[in-house]
């Protein structure tokens, strides 16, 4: 019950106005703050609901991000330690190889071992030998592949540096060197057929050409041989052994030498005889020819080349069968096959022209190594330029 109060209408000749109040009553069933109270409540709980959601959302949002940061940081440390090699004791050498249990192979500079450091990663290890006194190959090895990571260059792992013990650590390549797969193309049993003999040309040339642009500065590799080709488990070619390598800046049009390195039968001339040009990248270049030829004749027929007393040199010899447009009078196959065979032949030709200027460099190999075989012209005959040279 409430009251409204009202001027009477009717008044007498008294001079104040006179006021009534009446009683008034709400009818039954209308309740004004009601309704209002109920959407006023929807309402503000919208809100907090709202405000709510949009913070959980974000910290939701933010949680993710953090965990996508640190997850990006990790993965950063992990591929940063992957690149950077790890420092080992003898003792670790001796651990790792199981008291040097199984022997890989051995070379001029020093032994290599098979050994583990996880139950999943095999490595290599190579034991340096102590005759270079100066330790000019582990330091070489050791400055060139700590800071280098390619597809088609073998990783460093890791050294040792324990008084006069040396060694480093290279991944396992289950393979073997690439030597062991190029006997003659008629020995079915190890050819390993021509589509991959020309992956693995490609890859080989896309190493070489990332050790000579793709790294801060220019490495020289020295020598490139079959033996210093790595095959891992899919036949992926890595170049290895940097023993002899030299670094350089990459507009450095000559490096200087007292003395020749590499392996006989795969040094360029110039290494020689500054008469054929001056040292450089195309030193590599040659090695790499040699070695191309090598892959199409095969180690039986290439055998010939580190034959002084025979009047046969294979590479004049494919040279000859190439120009004439004859069979290369090796086990091909079909049709595609035989351009395989050609197009390596040619482009191996042309790295070995024996001055440097006339030398592609490794970025136009692996082009001319990508494009179809018909497109390439023959290289000028380098054995005529060598006998006017004499």
């Not at 651990?95 to 249990?101: A, P, Y």
């Not at 073998?154 to 013990?165: E, H, M, N, Q, S």
Request: proline share 4%; glycine share 8%.
């Amino acid at each position: 019950m409430s009251k409204a109060c009202r001027l009477k209408k009717e008044f007498t000749n008294q001079t104040d106005p006179q006021t009534e109040c009446l009683d008034v009553s709400r009818p039954k069933g209308l309740n004004i703050g009601g309704p209002t109270k109920r959407i006023l409540g929807f309402c503000t709980l919208s809100i907090v609901l709202l405000v709510m959601g949009t913070l959980i959302y974000y910290l939701y949002s933010s949680n993710k991000r953090e965990e996508e940061n640190q997850l990006r940081v990790k993965r950063f440390l992990d591929e940063y330690r992957a690149l950077k090699p790890s420092r080992y004791s003898y003792a670790d050498i001796k651990r790792i190889t199981d008291q040097f249990k199984e022997k890989l192979g051995q070379g001029a500079y020093g032994t290599v071992f098979k050994g583990r450091l996880s139950s999943e990663l095999l490595v290599a290890v190579k034991m340096l030998n102590n005759s270079n006194e100066k330790g000019e190959n582990f330091i070489n090895e050791v400055g060139t592949m700590g800071q280098i990571h390619h597809v088609n260059v073998v990783r460093l792992i890791g050294y040792c540096a324990d008084g006069f013990v040396r060694a480093l650590v290279y991944e396992f390549l289950p393979n073997g060197p690439l030597q062991n797969f190029l006997s003659s193309a008629d020995n079915e049993i190890s050819f390993l057929g021509w589509d991959k003999l020309q992956d693995i040309a490609l890859g080989i040339a896309k190493g070489i050409e990332y050790l000579h642009q793709g790294c801060e500065q220019q490495i020289l590799h020295f020598d490139i041989k079959p033996h210093n080709v790595l095959l891992d488990h899919d036949f992926t070619p890595k170049v290895s052994d940097f023993g002899l390598a030299k670094l350089c800046s990459k507009d450095q049009s000559a490096v200087s030498m007292t003395a020749a390195r590499g392996t006989i039968g795969y040094i360029a001339p110039e290494v020689y005889s500054r008469n054929f040009g001056n040292v450089s990248y195309k030193s590599d270049v040659y090695s790499y020819g040699t070695l191309l030829l090598e892959m199409v004749g095969g180690r039986k027929n290439f055998k010939v080349m580190e034959d002084s007393t025979s009047q046969v040199y294979f590479p004049e010899w494919i040279y000859n069968l190439l120009e004439q447009g004859s069979d290369l009078r090796i086990h091909i196959g079909d049709e595609g096959n035989v351009k395989i065979a050609r197009k390596l032949a040619i482009v191996g030709l042309w790295c070995i022209q024996w001055h440097p200027m006339d030398r592609p460099s490794m970025k136009t190999v692996v082009q001319m190594l990508e494009r179809e075989g018909d497109n390439l012209t023959m290289p000028p005959n380098p054995f005529a330029s060598a006998s006017s040279s004499n």
